[in-house]
């Protein structure tokens, strides 16, 4: 009986006792942890204004605007060499993050677009967008339109990767 | 445009007849002025030859647009920035034909210009289309010089469809239904349990009125003379002490059993601050959990995606398709609108922009190690090549994220023992894969033959 009503008290709404807490929770701040500390009280924050990260990733120079965008388009080139190209993996982070909206084969068609949960994703070989490898790396660090910034969930290398790997779709397509 | 053909043969008969008129009267008048007539008659036969053609034409690319080709048009090119009944980057289009018509007196002419190059007619000093720029952030309009005449038309007729009005079939017959079909179980339940009680009291009667009869008529009902079992079972020292054993061992096994399972969060539920599917969205829409998860490639954490995530799609999803929601209302309880429009408070967008007004939202976490256990997401999901799936379950079915395993160190440990370490194309650690492979004399390395069951490696 004692066993029974005991078993009844858990619920899985709620998590389960636990044996000596203090040896279960961390003592330093985890990520996504709540403390009065920080502005909000969450400890999740932004880098402050201009940090640049350590390893050479340099910062972006190229403004959230169309002229910015321009300005891209005609100048901003990749830093990898072809030997720094791994395609396989370029692959793969496009079509976690870019094959859902823009198809697996950049044709604009992917499967929330057939879904029709997101419309208007145009092909990689529109001639009224002809977009190059700057313009391609402005719009996955800033977004445009519709579309929102992939920045955070790219890293610098990962997204001329992805360049990369669109810019060989827009070949195969304009074929 | 009809009304234009219909004029322009009017007016092509009209002539006709007037000519007609004409040649009856110089007929009856002068011979010699006739040539005249024809000559004249011939050149306005040309003329009207040119109109009519012009009319056919005219009536050609005026042809009502097919709003179904339209729909597929205005899908691919357009709704990039535009909705038909909600501004997004660029204004709304409902009717946009008719009120540019109205409103601003701009003809079809003008929107061809525009839509198949903006920036020119803004170039031009177009009034009406400064203004619309400049209302509009300075976005400027991507050109589609591909549209041809009869594209735009069937987009515009499509953009000139009404409204339609969606109609939410009411679940709640459905509901009622099984509710009474879960009581229909417990009645009968109910009504066998009534007729034991009654049968098990009519005996009881029976037993007693033939007592009383036995009695009245003066026969001795045999009583039992043996005593009864319980008493038996004291005097009995051996059963005693067998059925003690028995239980106490019996409340270890379940003690035993309570404390095991205590810290341990296996089938952890919460009810989380806003109502998020992973099986609409991992699920239905197939969406990889790295997309939101990216965190969980590159470091400890698989991160619980911050908001600008959620809006890279919600920007434009800002309502569940009906069915969705007449299903989330039906199965789940869920307003799954009311969901969206959660999100959208939290990250303070009001349908066109950010207020800048965010403010976070308080996830209830499910899967938590105790911080006396080291697990790292990126060395399990990048370098192993575990799937999501052999640790959080069947995640694209669940309507609410549970903690599908149970977490607990002799969980880890199996895995560790069980699981095969994929060596092929692996370049983390080529070189020790084959010396410890040596070492065992085995094919295939498992985690814990790599030092996987070694304490220090998780707690330290």
Known sequence: MVFASVMSCKKDTRPNYQFMPNMYEPVGYESYAESDAFPGGVEAQLPAEGSIP???????????????????????????????????????????????????????????????????????????????????????????????????QLNEEERWQVVDYVLKLKADLEK | MYYFCVRFYKRFFSIIFKKKSYQSLEDNSTNTMTQVIYRKLTSKFLNLGLVFLLTISTSLTAQEGDPAKGKT??????????????????????????????????????????????????????????????????????????????????????????????IIEDDKPEQTDDTSGGASNKLILGALAVLFALLALALILVRRTLNSFAEAKGIDVAKDKTIPIWKAFVQNQFLVLVTTIFFLLASAYFVYGYLSQIGVDQGYEPVQPI?????????????????????????????????????????????????TQAEGLAEYGVDYNAEIQKLYDAVGWDGQKYSGEAKPIKWVRIHNLPDFAYFNHSQHVSVAGVECQTCHGPVEEMEVMYQHSSLTMGWCINCHRETEVNVKDNAYYTKIHEELSKKYGVEKLTAAQMGGLECGKCHY
């Open chain 2, 73 to 166: 048009l205005f899908n691919t090119n357009c709704a990039a920035c535009h909705q038909l009944d909600r501004d997004m980057t660029g204004p709304m289009l409902r009717n946009v034909e008719a009120r540019l018509a109205d409103e601003q007196g701009l003809d079809r002419e003008w929107l061809n210009n525009w839509i198949r190059n903006s920036a020119g007619v803004i170039k031009s000093g177009d009034a009406y289309a400064n203004k619309v720029f400049k209302e509009w952030n300075n976005t400027a309009m991507t050109a589609f010089p591909q549209l041809s005449d009869q594209d735009i038309t069937d987009i515009l007729a499509y953009t000139a469809e009404p409204k339609k009005e969606i």
């Open chain 1, 54 to 152: 350590r390893g050479g990733h340099m910062p972006f120079e190229y403004e959230n605007t169309t002229e910015g965008y321009e300005l891209a388009k005609a100048s901003l080139k990749n830093p990898l060499d072809s030997t720094q190209i791994d395609s396989e993996r370029a692959k793969e982070l496009y079509d976690i993050y870019c094959g859902i909206c823009h198809g697996n084969n950049g044709k604009g068609q992917g499967k929330l677009v057939k879904r029709e949960k997101i419309l208007g994703v145009p092909s990689y070989d529109d001639a009224g967008r002809a977009i190059t490898e700057g313009s391609i790396y402005h719009v996955i660090y800033y977004g445009k339109n519709a579309m929102g910034s992939y920045a955070n």
């Open chain 2, 275 to 323: 109502h998020y599917s992973h099986r609409i969205h991992a699920g239905d829409n197939g969406i990889d959990c790295k997309y939101c998860h990216s965190s969980a490639r590159v470091s400890k954490q698989s991160g619980i995606p911050s908001m600008n995530i959620c809006m890279n799609c919600h920007k434009s999803i800002y309502e569940v398709a009906p069915e």
